[in-house]
């Protein structure tokens, strides 16, 4: 069975200029999760979607970054413009549905610079 | 919010040596997951404790879910130089869902 999957796995860009992220989940699972890792941290919940619905985006910069889960499948977040602050590793999660009990799978991230 | 602290922050020890991580949190957990993550990769879900006195195993790992419900340790027994990598602690309160992350105990092991 695939992971999550999620694409570009590095992205280096200048600040100010937009940039997007992918993630299709594991097959099946309704429930999606877009992470924030900063070097030497954890990871924090940006937002979390259940199928199509964004049910938690209260972590989520809204003034400069958007998510979206069109089809309740794949997923993109988007950045614009972006800061220098923003250079971070982008992490994509799912899991099945029942999230007080169940696995969150992560996908491989994407390394994001900006210059 | 809730906070996580883990310990140590780092660990540099020899092939074959047992070793101890640990997570503190301010307030009351229900679940307590342990992660290990590798250079370049998400998080890889090792162990899942969701009962206060839960002791738990997988292969050579062992973890506690603490009686307090506000800690929890991860042993590995007899390191490998693969264990290498940063591994985090995660708790999830009451009926939030969301996962709260220590900031990852980073471990070396020397051949």
């Known amino acids: 069975e695939a992971g999550v999957v999620q694409s570009p796995r590095y992205k280096i860009i200048e600040k100010k200029q937009p940039v997007a992220f992918w993630c299709n989940p594991i097959?099946?699972?309704?429930?999606l999760y877009w992470y924030l890792q900063n070097l030497g941290q954890g990871p924090e919940l940006l937002i979390r979607?259940?199928?199509?619905?964004?049910?938690?985006d209260s972590q989520l910069p809204k003034d400069r970054f958007s998510a979206e889960r069109l089809k309740g499948v794949d997923s993109t977040l988007k950045i614009q413009p972006a800061e220098l602050g923003d250079s971070a590793v982008y992490l994509c999660?799912?899991?099945?549905?029942?999230?007080?009990?169940?696995?969150?799978?992560f996908g491989p991230g994407t390394r994001l610079t900006v210059l | 919010g809730q906070q996580l602290n883990q310990s140590p922050q780092s660990m540099f020890i020899q092939e074959g040596e047992d070793v101890s991580m640990n997570c503190t949190s301010s307030?009351?957990?229900?679940?307590w997951l342990w992660y290990k993550q590798d250079p370049g990769e998400g998080p890889v879900l090792l162990i899942a404790?969701?009962?206060?006195?839960e002791l738990t195993s997988n292969g050579r790992l062992t973890a506690q879910f603490g009686i307090t419900r506000k800690d929890s340790f991860l042993n590995i027994s007899a390191s490998i130089p693969s264990d290498v990598g940063i591994y985090f602690c995660?708790?999830?309160?009451?009926?939030?869902?969301?996962?709260?992350f220590g900031k990852g105990t980073l471990l070396t092991v020397n051949p």
């Open positions: 995660a708790g999830r309160g009451g009926s939030n869902y969301k996962l709260t």
């Open positions: 097959s099946g699972h309704n429930t």
């Open positions: 999660a799912s899991s099945p549905g029942d999230y007080i009990t169940d696995t969150q799978y």
């Open positions: 979607y259940e199928n199509e619905e964004a049910v938690d």
């Open positions: 404790l969701y009962k206060a006195g």
């Open positions: 307030s009351i957990f229900n679940t």
